[in-house]
């Protein structure tokens, strides 16, 4: 079970954050700054899982970008690692340039993938229907 | 704010408003958008704009609240709808589901495949936060999972995998399909777009194994048809990318899980190989944790890679040494435990993080419990546990081990050596400098201290109270453990001496603020002054026997009686208040609203506690109301039936549970530090082979002290198996084994690598027997021991193997009702070998019964049970066949939901060489399930009088073997109908038959269930059934658009829900 994606950069500050799993809103800043310390605080050749309170992180870094997801102990922490590179490849695809400016396509992509906790779509092209049919309405 | 924001909400209008025209919806929320960011920048100061936010969150929220998603579903805009099902899949109010589920249904013949998946995850959805709202539309399950799109199929599995997790039985006939699926996977027969770096669906192959595993797991022919799919996926992914390997540890989980086939061992051996010897630290990582997995079934396995796994726990990455630990953790026994747990001692030392520390300590706590090879050892590894766990670790450890401390073991003589030894171990820490020790640890040491520093002859009280004075001088002592000295200074002050020093002391905290503390320094005060009274309530050497709790409060009748005919209301258990207040629900709930959640938590609590327990468990938990017991015979006996009182709901009485209930909850952190103590603690431990004079005796000592333990533990390596049987021994008193089935039944993850433990054990435990054990991994690579499982006598063979359809059929409802075959059956089987074949005792021979299955069996003895339904109630019968010499043996059934009472004389018993003995339970129902499960435990020794050997076993029946017809009148159900407060509708299919669907539908539920029909009355039928002879549930059915309605309603709860899973399943059924 997934139980967070967070996108943050170097300086920790979170850009996008989706829960599955309820989180309270107040508690959700001091989650995402000590999960985002225990990331940045490993070396590049230490594992990219981290246990982090009852449960793991799996985390991988793109230039100044971040991405790291909570899983449940019971997950396979490497498909989740190639399922993060899996998303950045879908943004890739997406957006040419700066992804950071187009939080709510992201958001819609996050969605296509991950619902409840579970990895619902893998295929980029499936992926990104929906998201290329709603840009072709709002420009038709 | 880019344009895709517009875009999408221009797009979507209808989602975010709820105005009911799309038209001005869509023109009012671009508008909206605009005037706030209009809004925005014209603002001047932070907090007018945060005004301003706050604002709009609130009315962004209100309008979420309530989606208008129905009219989107309804859209004929593919994207609405699409969006509109994302939606229902995220946020969705429970209460909406009956409202939305039949347009979420049509979607699923939608044209597009993206809307029939999105209706699939929707219905996943809807599964998970409903599961009983779309129990009818099982078979449109079916339908996804049978989609030409493989999108949707897909989609189908998250529901499969939930559903499989909760009754993998009910979908074995699935197996084939699943297999079918991962083999077109594998083989690349999917459209190019569904590969990730060139593998084939990755993701949906790893979900594909996770249900396999599901499947396979204890039974061999499900298991048998994966062989063939498993060994391709192991072969396939060959290629050198993350992503394979994710694959393969899927795939070495689930070859590990399964019933063990040889060759895929020997495979995902080798594939776990090149995990943990790749030079990539992830992998190195997942490696480790494969591994950790599949040690618990060979353990062999650990040594091929010894050198790898050493170098691990050196690793520079902490997380790293953290899985290494855990691997050890799974394959610690006798011999190696001063090691291992010497390594997660290191650990501990230098971990930070307060979650690894709680986690490791219990671990190492557990092991010192269970392997510990002598006393000293076993107090000094406990004093580290104690002094690195802090006041951070779980409170069950000091209560676990003042528990063993205070029970002792068969032996008083070790007993006696092993507190004196705790004495004089914390006699020298308090001299040292117990300031440093964490604040648990000390009450610990007070209260031992307090017990058996007699034991100690040269020791003075006077000295040891001198020792605790200390302990109230310092700062750092917390009231809480102020008065855990106290009380220990009460049991402490029978000489001269030390009366005078306790007085001094009880006057000092006579005066103090804290009210706990002063009522202990009172009791100080008095009990020191009279001797007498001291030696009655505290008798030196502290023989005080557990005092008895008369649970059915008979002393009170007397009490009771005199209130009654003073006028008073009659006493109601809290289940029938609560129905009450249910009922009058004009009333305000508004006070019971807190009360009546805390009474049930606490209820749980005491639940879980015999009688015989209280005493101990409060002796020991450091709550300061408990200690009143020590101060006085009086007080103790009320304190304990006050908590039975408990029990029972009234709330009045409440308080005391709940403050045990506190104590139980770990104080504020405290640093794991202490190192200083901890080394010194480390120094004194001894290297295991220090002193070989000494070894013959410690190993006495400790086969005396873990009886039965080492002598195993010595043979063979599979030691992951003891500490359950170990636990049950030892622990039976506090009911640890039941609790444990309680926990695998709440999580399904803890319980998947549990029924593997049980796997193992079986495994484990037949190769025990086996007079030359050279290695336990026999039991999976050698092709006979594998045979064992199924019986490796020829004449188990016979039984094992005559009929292998008949054996290994599930139980299942539907089987019952075809039990009347099995008769014929065993008459063949008779006269194979009559002498050996199971038969019903005479008594039972007249009632219904299921099939006989196997449970579990070893070299000479097989194990196998089944049901019989007599008339007021259920009978298990097990059949112990032993195909060799006499053999002593003891059987120990247990159940979290049923009664189980044994129908027999004593616990042991002989059972003669080649013979069959037949033991009965009697089960009833302590609340209802739709399948109940049995733990047992079968404990042997052939020939009797050799060491005893141990097998596990579980057994599974449908709640319908305990309904039984209730008849009734028309008057008596509509009377009784209206008293009945827990109920559920639902909607079934109907029977199709031309004339009279009803009539046809009652019936078969009368035949396959046992309902009573009460009366049919035009399209309406009254059908009604007891739980057993005393718990009546009742059924209302209607006739209603070609559907059958059905309102069930009973006094008991989740009675309802239960039957109405099985009326479901036995209509949907031919």
């Keep these: 079970m997934i139980k967070f994606v967070l996108m943050v950069n170097q300086q920790g500050q979170t850009r996008l954050s989706r829960y599955y799993e309820s989180v309270e809103l107040s508690r959700r800043a001091a989650l995402e700054a000590d999960a985002v310390r225990c990331c940045l605080s490993r070396k590049k050749d230490q594992c990219s899982f981290v246990e982090f309170k009852d449960f793991k992180l799996v985390y991988r870094q793109y230039a100044a970008l971040i991405i790291v997801v909570g899983v449940s102990d019971g997950e396979n922490e490497l498909s989740i690692y190639e399922l993060i590179h899996n998303f950045v490849e879908v943004l890739d695809k997406h957006f040419s340039r700066v992804i950071m400016f187009n939080l709510d396509s992201i958001h819609i992509i996050l969605d296509e993938m991950i619902q409840n906790g579970h990895i619902v779509e893998t295929n980029k092209n499936r992926i990104l229907a929906p998201l290329t049919a709603i840009n072709k309405m709002a420009e038709g | ?1070």
């Design chain 2, 1 to 1070: 704010m880019s344009d895709v924001v517009e875009k999408t909400l221009t797009a979507l209008p209808s989602l975010l408003s709820l105005d009911s025209q799309p038209g001005s919806a869509k023109l009012s929320s671009t508008a909206k958008l605009g005037n706030l960011i209009r809004g925005i920048t014209e603002l001047t100061s932070k907090h007018e704009e945060e005004k301003l936010i706050q604002h709009e969150l609130a009315s962004i929220k209100e309008q979420v609240s309530s989606p208008n998603t129905t009219m989107d579903l309804q859209s004929t805009n593919l994207i609405e709808v699409c969006m509109a099902l994302t939606v229902v899949c995220q946020i969705f109010p429970k209460d909406m589901i009956p409202v939305i589920l039949p347009i979420v249904e049509e979607k699923l013949n939608h044209p597009k495949e993206i809307i029939r998946r999105k209706a699939v995850l929707a219905l996943h959805k809807f599964y998970l936060i409903a599961p009983n709202q779309v129990q009818h539309i099982h078979n449109k399950f079916r339908k996804a999972l049978c989609d030409k799109d493989p999108g949707v199929m897909t989609a189908s599995l998250h529901i499969y995998l939930q559903l499989i997790q909760e009754n993998a039985e009910a979908y074995k006939d699935l197996t084939a399909s699943f297999v079918t699926i991962l083999k077109q996977v594998v083989g690349g027969k999917l459209p190019m777009d569904f590969n990730y770096h060139s593998v084939p669906a990755p993701w949906l192959q790893i979900q594909l194994l996770r249900i396999l595993s599901l499947l396979g797991k204890n039974d061999q022919r499900t298991s048998e048809v994966m062989y063939e799919v498993l060994d391709e996926s192991l072969r396939r992914a060959e290629m050198n990318h993350n992503i394979t390997y994710a694959i393969l540890y899927e795939c070495v989980k689930c070859v590990y899980t399964i019933h063990p086939k040889s060759e895929l061992l020997e495979k995902a051996a080798k594939c776990i190989g090149n995990f943990v010897l790749s030079p990539k630290i992830n992998l190195k990582y997942l490696g480790l944790k494969a591994l950790t997995y599949v040690v618990q079934q060979d353990p062999k396995l650990a040594l091929q890679h010894q050198m790898t796994i050493i170098e691990c726990l050196d690793h520079s990455d902490v997380i790293i040494k953290r899985e290494t630990l855990e691997l050890l953790f799974r394959i610690t026994n006798a011999q190696n435990v001063t090691v291992i747990v010497e390594k997660m001692l290191d650990f501990l030392r230098l971990s930070k993080d307060d979650h690894m520390t709680i986690d490791i300590v219990g671990k190492v706590a557990e092991l010192a419990e269970k392997y510990a090879p002598d006393n000293e050892w076993f107090i000094q590894t406990m004093n580290a546990v104690f002094s690195l766990g802090g006041d951070m670790m779980q409170p069950e450890i000091p209560n676990g081990f003042l528990k063993l401390l205070s029970e002792g073991f068969d032996s008083e003589e070790e007993d006696r050596k092993l507190r004196l030894f705790a004495v004089s171990s914390y006699i020298s820490l308090l001299q040292g400098e117990p300031s440093k020790l964490p604040q648990r640890f000390l009450q610990v040491i007070c209260w031992v201290l307090g017990e058996y520093s007699f034991l100690k002859e040269d020791l003075e009280p006077s000295v040891v109270l001198g020792l605790l004075t200390k302990l109230l001088d310092m700062k750092s002592s917390s009231s809480e453990t102020k008065s855990w000295v106290l009380v220990a200074m009460t049991k402490l002050c029978w000489s001269e001496a030390a009366v005078s020093e306790a007085q001094q002391v009880a006057e000092t905290y006579s005066s103090s603020f804290d009210t706990t503390l002063r009522q202990r320094a009172q009791e100080l005060q008095h009990l020191s002054r009279d001797s007498q009274l001291h030696s009655r309530v505290l008798p030196p050497g502290g023989r005080l026997e557990p005092d008895e709790v008369d649970s059915s409060l008979s002393f009170l009748d007397g009490f009771v009686s005199e209130a009654l005919s003073a006028g008073a209301a009659p006493y109601k258990p809290l289940h029938q208040r609560q129905e009450e207040l249910s009922r009058s629900k004009v009333l305000s709930l508004e006070p019971y609203g807190l009360s009546l959640p805390i009474s049930t938590s606490s209820c749980s609590i005491t639940d879980r506690q015999s009688p015989t327990l209280l005493s101990t468990s409060s002796g020991l938990s450091g709550d300061g109301t408990d200690f009143s017991h020590r101060g006085s015979s009086t007080t103790l006996r009320l304190d304990g039936v006050k908590r039975v009182w408990g029990r029972e709901g009234y709330l009045a009485q409440k308080k005391p549970v709940e403050e045990v209930a506190q104590v139980e909850v770990p104080s504020p952190l405290r640093s794991p530090s202490q190192q200083g103590d901890a080394n010194s603690c480390r120094s004194k431990t001894p290297t295991p082979t220090a002193n070989p004079e000494c070894d013959q005796e410690k190993q006495q000592l400790a086969s005396s002290l873990f009886g039965g333990l080492s002598s195993q533990s010595s043979v063979c390596l599979m030691e992951k198996s003891e500490p359950d049987i170990q636990r049950f021994r030892r622990k039976a008193k506090g009911q640890r084994s039941s609790s444990t089935t309680n926990e695998q039944r709440a999580n399904p993850t803890v319980s998947s690598a549990s029924a593997v433990d049980n796997l193992l054990c079986n495994n484990l435990l037949e190769a025990d027997t086996e007079p030359i054990n050279s290695s336990a991994k026999q039991t999976f690579q050698h092709p006979h021991s594998l045979s064992v499982a199924n019986g490796a006598c020829d004449a188990e063979a016979i039984l094992t193997d005559g009929d292998p359809k008949e054996r290994n059929q599930p139980l299942s409802s539907e089987d019952f009702v075809e039990a009347d075959d099995s008769p014929p059956r065993e008459d063949q089987e008779r006269s194979k070998d009559s002498c050996l074949t199971p038969h019903l005792p005479a008594e039972l021979s007249g009632f219904s019964h299921s099939e006989i299955i196997p449970l579990c069996s070893s070299q000479s003895l097989d194990l196998s049970a089944c049901h019989v339904q007599t008339d007021n109630s259920v009978v298990l019968v097990v059949f112990i066949t032993n195909t060799s010499e006499d053999a002593n043996l003891q059987i120990q059934v247990l159940s979290e939901e049923l009664e189980v009472f044994c129908v027999c004389e004593s616990p042991v018993e002989e059972v003669r060489g080649r013979s069959v003995s037949v033991r009965q339970y009697s089960l009833t129902v302590k609340m209802p399930l739709v399948h109940f499960e049995l733990v047992g435990m079968l404990s042997y020794s052939i020939p009797a009088g050799m060491p005893q050997a141990m097998m596990q076993f579980s057994y599974k029946l449908p709640l319908t073997s305990f309904i039984r017809p209730l008849t009734v009148s028309t008057e008596e159900y509509g009377s009784m109908w209206l008293a009945f407060s827990h109920d559920t509708k639902q909607n079934l299919t109907l029977i199709k038959e031309e004339r009279e669907p009803l009539t046809a539908t009652l019936n078969a539920l009368n035949k396959k269930l046992s309902l009573h029909v009460v009366e049919i009355i035009g399209v309406e039928g009254l059908v009604a059934c007891s739980l057993l002879q005393d718990q009546p549930c009742l059924m209302h059915c209607r006739v209603h658009a070609g559907r059958l309605a059905v309102w069930l309603r009973s006094p008991v709860p989740d009675l309802p829900d239960c039957l109405l899973y099985h009326c479901q399943r036995a209509l949907q059924e031919p």
